[in-house]
Nanobody
Framework: QVQVEESGGGLVQPGGSLRLSCKVP???????????WNWYRQVPGKTRELVAG???????NYSDSVKGRFTISRDNAKKVVYLRMNDLKPEDTAVYYC??????WGQGTQVTVSS
């Protein structure tokens, strides 16, 4: 079981930026670097959408809706994965979830883009 902790959501105006963090504080580094990471988002009444992914040793991948605006990255020393979100749009409003290895989820963090 992997404990997953998310943070960084909030309210931002259109065109603004946020950085979400996903930590696995109990992981040891040798295990952390093997994890596969995905960020999903979900709005009420809709299915959860995959927006960005990063596998061990692989290149990041993004949904078409966020490509060029969002960046997923990993800091092995801090055992944290980030989702940098730039040029945010109202349609990016959702609860964002971090997923580790396909089956471990964080609690979600709310992102609201509104003027």
């Amino acid at each position: 079981q992997v404990q997953v902790e998310e943070s960084g959501g909030g309210l931002v105006q259109p065109g603004g930026s946020l950085r979400l963090s996903c930590k696995v504080p109990r992981a040891i580094l040798s295990t952390f670097v093997t994890y596969t990471w995905n960020w999903y988002r979900q709005v009420p009444g809709k299915t959860r959408e995959l927006v960005a992914g990063l596998s061990s040793g692989g290149s990041p991948n993004y949904s078409d809706s966020v490509k060029g605006r969002f960046t997923i990255s990993r800091d092995n020393a801090k055992k944290v994965v980030y989702l940098r979100m730039n040029d945010l749009k109202p349609e990016d409003t959702a609860v964002y979830y971090c997923n580790v290895n396909g089956d471990q989820w964080g609690q979600g963090t709310q992102v609201t883009v509104s003027s």
